[in-house]
């Protein structure tokens, strides 16, 4: 398995590029971060992974804009690889998006994924005056118009959310970037086979194997079984040797892990009673301990 380390609801931004470096010397595959481009102080949308249907984190947490992170991670480092678990691209306008994934594709040597998904705030979404009920056809329209403007050539495209002609956008990335999509959904997975892989949520084991399964039975219907496809886990508990070798022959090889941080789903064993969890120190201490006894 490749292990990723996942920045979601971590709110020391100044510490993510020492994160990156000292994530990359353990050999952490990659990093991750996630995305709200606006955060409203009233929410009445059900968070989807919690029993509760609550935000498991505070209203004021930062959400740092996910392509300048992963580009000031990605030039501190050499070999990291870079994604956003998720980006919210649907409540931006296709341009906006290909230019800034396309530039830290460039400036980070095309280490970059560019994971996406729906998202689950309404009010998100009115804030930025976009309609949420059509935020799926929206998000896979907005895929089609990105890779068409990533060729670097000119192009055009005539749909139902985005028109236009006689547009080109450079830079163009600096290799082809994967596209991975977030959520659990029969439309989100189908989102992901169509694409280059699947960023999973919160799961039991047999949950993601369940997925897994489903995901390449999408893949073998869409005739693309023997393409390269990521399946990214987000384990909820201790993965046996015998899950782990399914999950394995079903393709899935990344694992998103929170060695610091506290959530629903348990606390962080990777961090000591006592230890301040938003300190650097104590993150690097907890990423040692995930690489030491998880990794190996």
Known sequence: MKYWISLVTTAEVDQFVEIAKVAEKLGFEGVTVPDHLVMPTEVEARYPYTPDGKMWWPIDTPWPDPWISLTAMGVATTTLKLATNIYLAAVRDPFTAARAVSTASVLTGGRVACGVSVGWIKEEYDLLGVDFHTRGKRLDEMIEVLRKLWTGKEVEHHGTF???????????????????????????LRRAAR???????????????????????????????????????????????????????????????????????????WVKEGEDHTKLEVKCKAMERFARQAMA
């Not at 899950?243 to 348990?266: F, I, K, N, Q, Y």
Request: charge should be negative; charged fraction near 20%; proline fraction near 12%.
């Open 195 to 269: 694409n280059d892989g699947w960023l999973g949520v919160p799961m039991l084991n047999e949950q993601l194997l369940e997925t897994a399964r489903t995901l390449q039975a999408m893949r073998a219907e869409l005739g693309r079984s023997d393409e390269p496809f990521d399946i990214c886990l987000s384990p909820m508990q201790r993965m046996t040797p015998e899950v782990l070798d399914e999950l394995r022959s079903l393709g899935a090889h990344h694992v998103m892990a929170l060695p610091w941080t506290p959530s629903p789903w348990g606390r962080a064993p």
């Open 162 to 188: 985005f028109d236009f002609e006689n547009a080109i956008m450079s830079p163009a990335p600096s290799g082809r970037i994967p596209i991975w999509s977030g959520g659990a959904s029969k439309p989100a």
